[in-house]
């Protein structure tokens, strides 16, 4: 999970005092990679948010919320789906999905605000956090930064110190719900982590178009170009940065991470292949370069020559995006935004170890 619903928390809580947070917390029979969705419901009425892709859930999902926003206390339901429902919701057949719905209140020491407010400084920083909490009783939480240190309770120091070696060893994946054989209790763990990185090189139309896109789905843009008259703000006002200099040195100061994407649209060797020589011997998550298959092969045998390896140069998604027969400066920035959606998801499901099944009573 990224910064969304943190930056979604702090906007409604600007607000509103008093809110219901629905959080989409298990859903079986299901494709749908939604878990850990989440819906707020202000004591105004102003909602932000959905935990499915619309429709009855979601709909329930604030009905909820407004009872706990009057009784105050949390709730944990379960939710049965026919074929139909769950189809039009995203998930292969009929199941089972359960909401957590309880109250924020932003004077409570032990409450989401404190919790949510403590991953947020981590993120900033650029480190990962885990946010834990029982699926049942209090709303206390135990937050798990990756600098070693640990935030908040769930009541118990013994219990934290147990759920906190069950959450480690998972690791920072998706969402999911874990059970400790010990107390026999359910917990919901969340994932928050910095935005991934897409850094564009080449300041053209496609990259104009691209940037919008893939801001929406949540990612740290970059643009990056050797012309001062194309990357500018004007030009690219949704961009988080803009850097106007050598594309090869600025490759080589990228953060070496999987999280970072790497989309080269310059289509000019003198500026792509410093890039490529600086980012194929780097642990980046994507590297793919807008070029035709005979140019591409071209590439590959001048970074061949350098005495880069069959193996590194196969990391080079050449013609880059999904084929779509995209023909339009924003058809092409379509493709390519929906390749880093499939890379980006296919990594992160690898980080869920442990089955998003329904909790325990």
């Given at each position: 999970m990224t910064q969304d619903v943190l930056t979604r928390f702090e906007a409604l809580r600007r607000t509103e005092q008093r809110m219901a947070m629905a959080t989409l917390v298990t859903a079986t029979g299901s494709t749908s990679s939604m878990v850990?969705?989440?819906?707020f419901v202000g004591a105004s009425g102003a909602i932000v948010g959905s935990v499915t892709i619309g429709g009855c859930i979601d709909s329930r999902a604030v009905e909820a919320a407004d009872g706990v926003l009057a009784s105050g206390e949390p709730s944990l339901l379960d939710i049965a789906l026919a074929d139909e429902e769950a189809w039009d919701l995203g998930l292969s057949c009929g199941g089972n999905v359960q909401l957590l719905v309880e109250?924020?209140?932003a004077a409570d020491a032990h409450s989401v605000t404190e919790a949510y407010t403590v991953a947020g400084r981590a993120v900033a920083a650029g480190r990962h956090a885990l946010v834990v909490r029982a699926l049942t009783g209090s709303g206390f939480r135990l937050v798990l930064d990756s600098d070693g240190t640990r935030h908040g309770s769930l009541g118990d120091s013994t219990r934290d110190g147990r759920v906190a070696e069950i959450a480690d060893a998972r690791g920072a994946g998706a969402?999911?719900?874990?059970?400790?054989?010990v107390d026999g209790a359910s917990y919901f763990i969340e994932s928050f982590a910095p935005a991934p990185m897409?850094?564009?090189?080449g300041a053209g139309d496609v990259a104009a178009v691209l940037?919008?896109?893939?801001?929406?789905?949540?990612m740290h843009v970059v643009i990056v170009d050797a012309r001062a008259r194309y990357a500018t703000r004007v030009r690219f006002p949704d961009a988080d940065e803009i850097r106007v200099g050598d594309p090869g040195a600025i490759a080589a100061e990228l953060p070496a991470t999987?999280?970072?994407?790497?989309?080269?649209l310059s289509h000019d060797y003198k500026f792509e292949l410093p890039v490529l020589r600086h980012v194929l011997r780097a642990p980046v998550g994507y590297i793919g370069l807008m070029s035709s298959r005979k140019r591409g092969a071209a590439l590959r045998e001048f970074l061949a020559a350098d005495g880069f390896t069959s193996d590194e140069l196969a990391r080079i998604r050449t013609p880059i995006g999904v084929h779509i027969g995209a023909r339009t400066p924003a058809q092409?920035?379509?493709?390519?935004?929906?390749?880093?959606?499939s890379v980006h998801t296919a990594r992160s499901a690898l980080g869920a170890t442990v089955s998003g099944s329904p909790a325990r009573a």
């Open positions: 850990g969705a989440k819906t109250p924020v209140v969402p999911c719900v874990v059970h400790d054989d897409a850094a564009i090189f940037t919008r896109i893939v801001r929406e789905l949540g999987a999280d970072t994407h790497v989309v080269i092409v920035a379509v493709s390519i935004a929906a390749e880093l959606v």
